[in-house]
């Protein structure tokens, strides 16, 4: 049974920052692209940032310079280090697993509030 678990997200200040883990259980975690995605109200869900098996990453151009994709493969962890949070970065954010052409698995989601 594939499982993506997120954590780390809460409420936070503007400027503020956050780190958000997804460990993931049920696949072959290092070969797959992982990603973060976000979905505001209202909004359709969007691309955060992704890396590749090999550590290449792929940002947004509305987080490029303030987060940070990273994993674990030991761990079968990803993370992202968010900072300089922005009140437009509210939102709930997803854990992705891709295989691509083949397969796509994603997590429940963790909340993201950045707020004063």
């Known amino acids: 049974q594939v499982q993506l678990v997120e954590s780390g997200g809460g409420l936070v200040q503007p400027g503020g920052s956050l780190r958000l883990s997804c460990a993931a259980s049920?696949?072959?975690?290092?070969?797959?692209?992982m990603g973060w995605y976000r979905q505001a109200p209202g909004k359709q869900r969007e691309l955060v940032a992704t890396?590749?098996?090999?550590?290449?990453?792929n940002y947004a151009d509305s987080v490029k310079g303030r987060f940070t994709i990273s994993r674990d493969n030991a761990k079968n962890t990803q993370y992202l280090q968010m900072n300089s949070l922005k009140p437009e970065d509210t939102a709930v954010y997803y854990c992705?697993?891709?295989?691509?052409?083949?397969?796509?698995?994603w997590g429940q989601g963790t909340q993201v509030t950045v707020s004063s």
């Open positions: 890396i590749t098996p090999g550590g290449s990453t």
């Open positions: 992705n697993a891709r295989r691509v052409g083949i397969t796509t698995y």
């Open positions: 049920g696949i072959g975690f290092s070969i797959y692209v």
